[in-house]
């Protein structure tokens, strides 16, 4: 298994909350974040980085952690119940019924995913995930691929993920805004303090606080934690009478490989070279790796 980016930020274990506002879009439970579900009694579920309590029901009795506590639990915290296959761990997890594992390779050449909106997102994983799930035995990248929309995307091979392209979830200034970035959105994101007059914006925070603007320029906001698969936060607009314009947030990939993520080097006189994935989708990633 391999996350487009280095680990989360927060880790991998447990965090721990003390306010609503360190949850995103979820509340603080317990000392832990939980999130809406509705197939919860009480609407709520941990999240996936809560410790002894992770992916169960709020107010549900907790049992072995190995095992889906009550009969309406949809996320497992080790060991996925008999039929169910999952692939990869933490924010990124991706699980079928075990029959309806991909059984079929497929290769994604140069195109831009809508991952709101494309066909290639997988309608059998279970739980409707909030991301773009992408499936495969073997899974080749090939050419230029972008991807943006709302959700994240999330790569899974049951076997070799390869990629022979490049793979881009980056936000451009005047292009595309990465797949999952959460713009401005004011429950994941502290905006900060805006410039003084002829200022420049500060940037997004996410995993470490955004650059401060130049010249009475304005300061970035707090981070926020988080407890989702998610992409970065908008910067701020400068100040000025021709005002320069804030950059989007960066978006998401997770990378997920029952076997290898390989680097394809058709060439026989070089090294085989690192998948080439955008440095500004690996800064917004957020994918935990097992603990």
């Not at 995913?113 to 899974?139: E, K």
């Not at 936000?171 to 420049?200: E, F, I, K, M």
Request: positive net charge; aromatic residues 4%.
């Amino acid at each position: 298994m391999l996350g487009a980016a280095a680990c989360s930020p927060f880790g991998g274990g447990a965090f721990s909350c003390e306010r609503d506002d360190q949850c995103g879009l979820g509340k603080c439970t317990l000392g832990y974040c939980s999130f809406m579900d509705s197939s919860c009694a009480s609407g709520y579920r941990f999240g996936d980085a809560s410790g002894p309590l992770a992916n169960t029901c709020v107010g549900a009795s907790n049992g072995s952690d190995a095992s889906v506590t009550g009969p309406d639990a949809k996320s497992y915290l080790d060991a996925p119940p008999a039929g169910v296959t999952c692939y990869g761990s933490g924010f990124g997890k991706t699980c079928f019924e075990t029959t309806n594992v991909p059984t079929t390779p497929a290769t994604l050449t140069a195109q831009t995913i809508n991952t709101d909106t494309s066909p290639l997102c997988s309608t059998l994983v279970q739980n409707n995930p909030g991301w773009c799930v992408i499936a495969a035995t073997d899974l080749t990248i090939a050419g230029a691929v972008n991807a943006t929309g709302g959700k994240p995307l999330v790569l899974v091979a049951t076997g070799t993920l390869s990629v022979d392209g490049t793979l881009d979830v980056a936000s451009h200034r005047g292009g595309q805004t990465g797949a999952g970035s959460v713009g401005a959105n004011a429950q994941l994101c502290d905006p900060g303090t805006p410039p003084g007059n002829n200022g420049g914006g500060a940037g997004g925070s996410f995993g470490t606080v955004g650059g401060k603007g130049g010249n009475n320029g304005g300061t970035a906001g707090a981070i926020k934690p988080t407890n989702a698969l998610r992409g970065g936060c908008d910067g701020q607009d400068g100040k000025s009478g021709t005002n320069g314009k804030k950059g989007a947030g960066g978006g998401v990939v997770y990378l997920i490989a029952g076997t290898k993520i390989a680097s394809v080097d058709r060439s026989t006189h070089r090294a085989p070279r690192a998948p080439r994935v955008s440095p500004a989708a690996r800064a917004a990633a957020v994918a935990a790796r097992a603990a």
